[in-house]
C-alpha cells in the first residue's frame, strides 16, 4: 500500500486540544505504552472524524494494525462525548434564551435488511437519527445519542 502525505482543514489548537484530553484520559487510566503518542493519536481520530479516511488507511499511513485504529478513534471520540453537556445541563442554559431551535436528522449507514430497527420508512434507508438544540445564531447546545433510524422523535 502506498502512503502519502494529506491535509485536514482544522486548526492546530484543535489538534493540541484533543491531544491534551487524551492525555489527560491516559493518565487516569494509568496508561504506561501506546504505539502512538497522544499527538497523533489526536491527529488520527481528526482525519478519520473530519475527512472520513477509513480504519485500513488509517492504519496504513500511521504504521499500526486496524484494530488499534479503531481503538483509538473510539477513545477520542469517548474523550470529546465527555466534555458534552447532558440534557439537563443544557436546558439550564436554554432557560436564558429567548427561544432554541430544535432539529434532526437521519445519518445514513451501511446495514442489512434484516437490521429492522435502523430502517427509516420516512427516508426509505437505514441510518441513525440524531437530534439537536441550537441557539438562534446556529451554535450547538446538545446533541441526542445516535438512536436507529426507526426511533419515533416528538
Known amino acids: 500500500m502506498l502512503v502519502y502525505p494529506s ?11 484533543l491531544t491534551g484530553q487524551l492525555t489527560a484520559r491516559r493518565q487516569e487510566i494509568g496508561t504506561r505504552w501506546r504505539r502512538l503518542p497522544a499527538g497523533r493519536q489526536a491527529l488520527l481520530a ?4 473530519r475527512c472520513g479516511d477509513t480504519y485500513a488507511q488509517l492504519a496504513a499511513g500511521f504504521g499500526i494494525g486496524i484494530a488499534t485504529t479503531y481503538r483509538y478513534i473510539r477513545e477520542a471520540v469517548e474523550a470529546l462525548a465527555a ?3 447532558s440534557l439537563d445541563e443544557a436546558m439550564t442554559t436554554i ?12 445519518l445514513p449507514i451501511d446495514r442489512i435488511a434484516a437490521d429492522a430497527p435502523y430502517y427509516s420508512g420516512k427516508h426509505k ?3 441513525m437519527n440524531v437530534q439537536v438544540l441550537t441557539d438562534p445564531f446556529g451554535r450547538l ?3 441526542s445519542p445516535a438512536l436507529p433510524g426507526s426511533t419515533l422523535t416528538t
Not at 491535509?7 to 486540544?17: E, M, Q
Not at 481528526?46 to 472524524?49: D, E, F, G, N
Not at 432557560?95 to 437521519?106: N, P
Open 7 to 17: 491535509s485536514i482543514d482544522l486548526s492546530s489548537r484543535t489538534l493540541r486540544f
Open 46 to 49: 481528526l482525519a478519520h472524524l
Open 83 to 85: 466534555l458534552a453537556p
Open 95 to 106: 432557560r436564558a434564551k429567548a427561544f432554541v431551535i430544535l432539529d434532526g436528522t437521519l
Open 125 to 127: 434507508r437505514h441510518g
Open 141 to 143: 447546545l446538545w446533541a
